[in-house]
């Protein structure tokens, strides 16, 4: 019986739980000193292995009961994964725009979205827009507009309509002018009879037997007693010193107009010419997949493309305007001499601009060699070009001759970094430069 109590005793509190009552109280009993009604020796053993075995199904099902618990976190802790990565390949939801829809949900990478307006409203901006892989949208986030009065073609005569926020304004072509380019001008002042070239004088009765004429602004009295009309244009536009418009002067009975060539709009100053940005409206004629380049009186339509695989080098557009290079393969020395990366610059330039002038600047801002070098090395007009350094990481683009417009020049520029005299990359910049017809 001593045997009994040291193995039943040495779990004390856990084996009055677990056991049956009559093997708990005799337990009690040993404890006390009493053996009196105790189970016999077989009993004891026959309880406690029924004991063990309990034990031991509780604690598989524990461990079961823990590996499925894990195996659920498990699970639960993929989808999580899952769904943070799939948040990581989307772009930022596009808003609806005003008075349009937008047609497409998804803005995962490599989806497209499309965008369409209400009846009597036009769109101005991307018709469509692509998630791209570094989780920007292509194009401009587009608006819907009313559409403008320049669609039934209200100008005259070969007026040019320019639409407005509130109405839109004719550009009348030389000797018409009136609200739509109406009403001939040239043909009323070569007539100095006509009267809205001349007319009669303001006169006023002075002291008795005297009287005092005058002209309206704009007049001069001549032989005859007539007001006739003072042409400001021929008087003044000739001379640089003393011209009145910046482009062309149009006379008009006691006053002037400044006209601008098509591609601009007058300044609200009334003698100076602004040019008009087709690319914002819906002025321009460039196709889907084509960019939009505004210049001075006019605009361009461009598509940057990456060069051909070539060597084991390929390139990847990474934006609108620049492609990146792929891995090269270990065992490619052409490939690895390549440019890693090649962008595309559109300049509009100004006819006969003061030189020199710097037009681009290049620079690394991860600059990791002990020096940079810049040169051109190739296009067409590079006479009109230099390049220059203006710091240690940055070089200049410089227009070192004044260019007679319109033109196209095109010029193509390479930043190499090295680092102990060896070539460790280089960008590529091809640049195009659109030079206006007119000096504004």
Known sequence: MEYWCLVLAASPAAMLILLPGWVALCILQLALGSAQECPSHQQVLSTVRQMQKLLSAQEAAHLQGTRSLKKQLS????????????????????????????????????????????????????????????????????????????????????????????????????????????????????????????????????????????????????????????????????????????????????????????????????????????????????????????????????????????????????????????????????CRLAATSISFHYLPLQANHTVPRVLFKMSTTRFVGDSLRFAIIGGRGQGVFAVRRSNRQTGELVLSSPVVGPATLEVELEMSEFSRKVLLGKHIFKVTAFVSQYEF
């Open 75 to 334: 699970v639960l802790h993929s989808r999580i994964q899952r769904l943070a990565g799939k948040h990581n390949d989307t772009c930022p939801l596009l808003a609806v725009p005003l008075n349009g829809r937008k047609l497409g949900r998804s803005a995962r990478v490599g989806h497209d979205v499309h965008f369409i307006c209400n009846a009597g409203f036009q769109l101005v901006g991307s018709e469509s827009r692509t998630c791209r892989r570094d989780r920007t949208w292509s194009g401009t986030q587009p608006f819907c507009r009313s559409i403008d009065e320049c669609s039934s073609n209200p100008c005259a005569n070969g007026g040019t309509c320019v639409d407005g926020n509130q109405r839109y304004t004719c550009l009348c072509p030389r000797g018409w002018s009136g609200v739509s380019c109406q009403s001939p001008v040239y043909a009323y002042w070569v007539t100095l009879s006509n009267s809205s070239f001349s007319r009669q004088p303001r006169c006023a009765e002075g002291r008795p037997g005297s009287r005092h004429c005058s002209c309206d602004a704009g007049f001069q009295m001549r032989a005859g007693g007539v007001c006739q009309d003072v042409d400001e244009c021929q008087l003044f536009q000739p001379n640089p010193q003393t011209r009145i418009c910046l482009h062309d002067c149009l006379n008009l009975p006691g006053s002037y107009r400044c006209l601008c060539p098509p591609g601009y709009v007058l300044h609200a100053d009334r003698n100076t010419c602004e040019d008009v940005d087709e690319c914002t409206g819906s002025q321009h004629n460039c196709t889907h997949g084509e960019l939009c380049i505004n210049t001075f009186g006019g605009h361009r339509c461009v598509r940057p493309k990456c060069p051909p695989p070539r060597h084991n080098t390929s390139y990847v557009k990474t934006s609108s305007f620049q492609c990146e290079r792929n891995p090269c393969p270990t065992d490619s020395r052409a």
